[in-house]
């Protein structure tokens, strides 16, 4: 791995980027809808005044034309100003983003958490009793979507039995353990539905790269030579059989914001992804185009450092 | 009703032989919401009631923390600027108008010192001019008075096309002139009726100023102060996430005694009005849930926690069918339902009528909209409490049938009537939401019963209700026989709402389909008297004339209403307020405490 192909893999990435937010531009100019609908349809509004925003706000450019503008001033660093708030972007985007990297980060964490060990004992004792419980679990928790696990949740622990608070607040007036207690208290569900979906998907990873590692013969060696069943494991199946499951992690990373769209919105948690939503439902594409942006370079950063991680992990991987 | 009538009715009013509420009822089944009833009132010389006093906190913030929670979140708090009511809701926490509008329709004064009236001087009997006296000794948040150069400046800011505020439509026609320090005239540039609209209630609100005098204009985005709010309000701005919360303390220099009951108040956005009704009436982690547009079975459940309780507000929302005069299946000129062609069966009055006798409205509020809506026949009035029992809807698929086959629009052999060949078989669109597919299947099941045909269809909202022009899908463009959907008149003067039956007003390519006349109905007579109010100096003659227009409107079936929507709110127990109906939910925060159980 040299430094020249890390730099020809970023170089790589600016035609993707440029693609991409042509490709998310198009899209959002030819969606229905108009970020002063609901102004166009409040006859108390005049006309004039729905037309001064347009042109003061650039929409009655062609598309191609304020495309280029976009693109001009996010070189330099202005991401534009919201339609809805007329603030920032980059101020909106800096806001909501704590809360998202917190509530997404405990999410993984607790998914790898959960998935390492229930896919190594799963996997090394492949077709038992645990293993199918394992299993049947795994696919329940892949399957169902997180809008229904978060409602279920809701209903369950906020509703019937009053344990937890189902409206996320980020105005705690309370400080210090008690605090931080609220806040453990409001993410519980959240990060329980995230970590869980992720988990899931990632215990049937392990396993069956697990699986893979126990057949080859070198855990035989290991094994014959002595070594007690709990060292072999942690020692010899495990350190190889994590490797693809790490970059695997990387990879995700991503996705997982896309996931948090849905729970942030349903436990009315200030992140990104409910931004997203909103913004998406008023129209507001300068902040549409920034938090699908940001997407876009987390997706090929990230599979550009799973890259690099895979061939720093595996010395038996090389790119030239 | 012709304006001999209505001056009678008002004469009345004055010599306590009728109430002010009979008097309201009265216009309501006319066609006349009732705060213009209640500005005809005042024209007549009978002032406005006072708003009920019903506070009774005697000590200022002893409340804690009021919640409130909204499904939409507020994104901007500069009343001028709101482009919701989630905004406008969230400003008034911090700005207040000249005076709000209470549940009946009365103007509840904020920062004016009286109602301006005939006696006391304050209107223009030809209604040209008001002049409101405000209230003295009142603060911004920052200390600064509040005086007449502030009003001033609210109509120069909002009037101003550069600035672009979205409440331009209540100041453009007004000029505004300062008397002394604390008095105000308001003149109108054309006679205005309704002269309450410029500076009260949700448009009305009053920014300072002393802050946003260098930002009027062009320069009107980048006020620091549209996020952060300075008013004259119960509360004062602590902090304000867009998208997300806003939090208030109380302003302890408030204008109003004992007010208001609690220390802080923050308004959560976001998530969506089911989970929003549960976290107060079910959890009570909330002390108010705004604008429950949820299925009336599930909000009864829900209502069932305990916690909480609804709380209604007549509105001016109605739920109508609209019928197309035009033909949706030609071709004229690149557009469908061109004004050039004539809609084959619906032209016909006896099939309009028909279709009238063929929709159960009981069957629609019974089992659809419940308690948050009611059954009416009547399109362009308000509160239904006044009206449900004095207008008729009739649900009788014998008379429609019996009316069809006199006419001779007879069964062919596929059991759909029809007549020279043309066949009683129409398309009826609306937009996805249950209520609405719900309420196009009672309709269809009675009209199958009649031997009409309906093919029903379902838009995404998001298409139904938008403007592009490249879209056929959307409603102005009306490319269905049938179509329905909810609108108001957003103005309580009805100047603006009667345009959409005016010939000249007809949505059609030419124009964009920008034109409001969507149902392309076109009555000379109509026009003829549309013509009259605008030139009509007398207000008394003017709202007889709308009185007109409205039953020409309903005679003609133009339309067919099925329900009134109520906007429906939820409070935890203990919380005192009421919705007006006319005017933001948080129209009275100041009145707004909690009652806690002895």
């Not at chain 2, 209630?201 to 300072?208: F, K, R, T």
């Not at chain 2, 998208?243 to 007010?259: F, S």
């Not at chain 2, 086959?405 to 007879?410: D, L, R, S, V, Y």
């Not at chain 2, 309903?554 to 005192?576: H, M, S, W, Y």
Request: net charge neutral; with cysteine.
């Amino acid at each position: 791995m040299s430094r020249a192909y890390i730099l020809r893999r970023l170089m790589m990435t600016i035609p993707s980027l440029l693609g991409i937010s042509a490709i998310i531009y198009a899209i959002l100019a030819l969606a229905p809808g108009d970020p002063f609908g609901q102004l166009l349809t409040n006859p108390n509004v005049p006309p004039a005044v729905v037309a001064q925003l347009r042109k003061s706000f650039g929409l009655d450019d062609p598309v191609w034309l304020r495309y280029l503008h976009w693109l001009f001033a996010m070189l330099h660093g202005n991401w534009g100003f919201s339609f809805s708030s007329r603030i920032n972007v980059s101020t909106l985007i800096f806001e909501r983003l704590p809360v998202s990297l917190v509530i997404l980060g405990a999410a993984e964490i607790l998914a790898i958490l959960v998935a390492v060990p229930v896919g190594v004992l799963a996997g090394t004792r492949p077709y038992s009793l645990f293993d199918k419980i394992a299993n049947t679990l795994a696919f329940i928790g892949f399957s169902l979507p997180t809008f229904f696990t978060g409602l279920v949740l809701i209903l369950v622990f906020s509703i019937r039995l009053r344990w937890l608070p189902f409206v996320f607040r980020t105005d705690l007036s309370v400080t210090g353990i008690a605090w931080l207690w609220q806040n453990i208290l409001q993410s519980v569900m959240p990060v329980t539905v995230l970590g869980l979906f992720q988990g899931a998907a990632l215990v049937r990873y392990v396993r069956a790269s697990v699986l893979d590692v126990v057949k080859l013969d070198y855990v035989t060696t290991a094994r014959s030579k002595g070594i007690g069943e709990r060292k072999v494991i942690t020692r010899h199946i495990v350190r190889n059989a994590l490797i693809p499951v790490v970059t695997l992690v990387a990879v995700q990373l991503p996705v997982v914001f896309g996931g948090a769209i849905i729970t942030e919105q349903i436990f009315r948690i200030p992140g990104m992804g409910s931004l997203l939503i909103s913004s998406i439902l008023s129209d507001d594409t300068p902040v549409v185009m920034a938090i699908t942006f940001v997407y876009a370079v987390l997706v090929i950063l990230f599979n550009l450092f799973a890259d690099l991680l895979y061939a720093w992990l595996d010395p038996r991987i090389a790119y030239r | 009703m012709d304006e001999k009538n209505l001056r009678g009715m008002i004469e009345r009013v004055k010599e306590g032989r009728l109430s002010r509420r009979g008097f309201i009822q009265r216009m309501a089944v006319l066609g006349l919401t009732a705060p213009m009833a209640t500005q005809l009132l005042a024209f007549g010389g009978v002032a406005m009631a006072e708003t009920p006093f019903t506070y009774k906190p005697t000590k200022a913030g002893a409340g804690g923390t009021l919640k409130l929670l909204w499904w939409e979140a507020p994104t901007l708090l500069n009343p001028h600027f709101a482009t919701g009511t989630k905004d406008q809701d969230a400003s008034r926490l911090f700005y207040e108008p000249l005076a709000a509008w209470d549940p009946e329709a009365n103007l509840k004064l904020i920062l004016a010192a009286e109602v301006p009236s005939v006696q006391n001087g304050g209107i223009a009997e030809d209604g040209t001019f008001v002049i409101w006296k405000l209230k003295k000794g009142v603060k911004w948040h920052d200390g600064q008075p509040f005086t007449a150069d502030d009003v001033v400046f609210n109509w120069e800011y909002a009037s101003n096309p550069q600035t672009a505020a979205v409440t331009a439509g209540s100041y453009n026609y007004i000029k505004v002139q300062k008397i002394d320090d604390y008095t105000v005239k308001v003149l109108f540039s054309r006679p205005t009726p309704f002269w309450a609209d410029p500076f009260v209630a949700a448009n009305g609100c009053l920014i300072p100023k002393h802050l946003f005098e260098p930002y009027i204009g062009a320069k009107s985005r980048q006020a620091p102060w549209n996020l952060k709010p300075v008013g004259t309000g119960p509360y004062k701005f602590k902090s304000f996430t867009p998208g997300d919360l806003v939090e208030g303390v109380i302003n302890t220099d408030y204008h109003q005694p004992y007010r208001p009951y609690f220390a802080a108040v923050e308004m959560k956005g976001g998530g969506d009005a089911t989970s929003a009704a549960r976290a107060v009436m079910e959890t009570a982690e909330y002390d108010y849930a705004w604008d429950l547009q949820v299925s009336w079975d599930l909000l009864k459940k829900i209502q069932a926690g305990g916690k909480g309780r609804l709380k209604f507000a007549a509105g001016t929302d109605i739920e109508h069918i609209q019928i197309n005069f035009t033909d949706p299946n030609k071709v004229v000129d690149g557009q469908r339902s061109s004004i050039e062609t004539k809609n084959p069966t619906l032209s016909d009055p006896v099939v309009r009528k028909a279709l009238s006798l063929l929709v159960n409205r009981g069957a629609v509020e019974k089992y659809i909209y419940g308690e948050t809506g009611w059954a009416t026949s009547n399109f362009l009035n308000g509160p239904a409490q006044y009206v449900s029992k004095k207008t008729s809807w009739e649900f009788n698929i014998q008379k429609a049938v019996d009316l069809l086959e006199a006419n001779g629009w007879k069964p062919g052999p596929d059991g759909i009537r029809q007549k020279d060949g043309k066949k009683l078989s129409w398309l009826y669109q609306t937009s996805i939401n249950q209520p609405r597919q719900e309420t196009q299947e009672i309709v269809k099941q009675a009209c199958h019963k009649a031997g009409i045909d309906l093919q029903l269809k379902a838009i995404l909202a998001s298409v139904y209700f938008s403007s592009d022009v490249g879209n056929d899908d959307t409603y102005p463009k009306f490319y269905a026989d049938l179509q329905m959907y909810t609108t108001n008149p957003t103005d309580p003067d009805p100047g603006f709402w009667m345009q959409q039956f005016l010939s000249t007003q007809v949505a059609q390519k030419s124009n964009k389909w920008q034109g409001r006349n969507i149902t392309r109905w076109q009555n000379a007579e109509y026009d003829k008297i549309y013509a009259e109010t605008t030139t009509e100096l007398d207000p008394m003659k003017r709202a007889a004339m709308f009185i007109q227009l409205n039953d020409l409107v309903v005679d003609n079936v133009v339309v067919i209403p099925l329900i009134f929507r109520k906007t429906v709110g939820a409070a935890v127990n203990e919380l005192q307020m009421e919705l007006s109906g006319w005017d933001d939910d948080t129209w009275d925060l100041a009145d707004w405490y909690k009652e806690t159980k002895a």
